[in-house]
T-cell receptor, first 112, second 111 residues
Framework: GENVEQHPSTLSVQEGDSAVIKCTYS??????FPWYKQELGKRPQLIID?????GEKKDQRIAVTLNKTAKHFSLHITETQPEDSAVYFC???????????FGIGTKLQVIP | DTAVSQTPKYLVTQMGNDKSIKCEQN?????MYWYKQDSKKFLKIMFS???????INETVPNRFSPKSPDKAHLNLHINSLELGDSAVYFC??????????FGPGTRLTVT
């Protein structure tokens, strides 16, 4: 069935360093890959997304790359700040059924 | 002007009871979802409705029954609550193939 694998499950970085979170997916028909950030006690919120016709997308300190051949995509956060500390979820939409499957989440801690 | 709202925010109940969670969106989206987030923070889709039609029904006990009276509402009714049902339940909505907007969540505690 549909599967999204995400790693690492936890990540600690020093403030100012970069953070990278990687995901792989199983369905080659997937064409939409969002990333969500969930702060403690709050709802998940979209921070960036990418579609299959694009290899990279940037938004200020955040970037996402997609390799459709290898079926993996990554989130890059540069110049991390304490407010980046949260759980980050990758996701993939499968088979046109509007079903978005989430990875297990990565708990990012940015140490001041 | 809340986009996706859920009620109640907290729900504490005893095993065996029946309870409902309500969700409403005012974004004009055509698709609504229910997710369960357990203590390990894993987000698991339960149901999805598109234009009031059920399109995704994951392996969820039939004690859980969603109902969509119209495109803006998706409610979740749970019968015979069990300890393992304790979790945060998120409602979400989207246009097909686009960003999902999540509600604030309902923390369900079954004692």
């Amino acid at each position: 069935g549909e599967n999204v694998e995400q790693h690492p499950s936890t990540l600690s970085v020093q403030e100012g360093d970069s953070a990278v979170i990687k995901c792989t997916y199983s369905d080659s028909a997937s064409n939409y890959f969002p990333w969500y950030k969930q702060e403690l006690g709050k709802r998940p919120q979209l921070i960036i997304d990418i579609r299959s016709n694009v290899g990279e997308k940037k938004d200020q300190r955040i970037a996402v790359t997609l390799n459709k051949t290898a079926k993996h995509f990554s989130l890059h956060i540069t110049e991390t700040q304490p407010e980046d500390s949260a759980v980050y979820f990758c996701a993939a939409e499968f088979g046109g059924y509007q079903k978005v499957t989430f990875g297990i989440g990565t708990k990012l801690q940015v140490i001041p | 002007d809340t986009a996706v709202s859920q009620t109640p925010k907290y729900l504490v109940t005893q095993m065996g009871n029946d309870k409902s969670i309500k969700c409403e969106q005012n974004l004009g989206h055509d698709t609504m979802y229910w997710y369960k987030q357990d203590s390990k923070k894993f987000l698991k889709i339960m149901f999805s409705y598109n234009n009031k039609e059920l399109i995704i029904n994951e392996t969820v006990p039939n004690r859980f029954s969603p109902k969509s009276p119209d495109k803006a509402h998706l409610n979740l009714h749970i019968n015979s609550l069990e300890l393992g049902d304790s979790a945060v339940y998120f409602c979400a909505s989207s246009l097909a193939g686009a960003e999902q907007y999540f509600g604030p969540g309902t923390r369900l505690t079954v004692t």
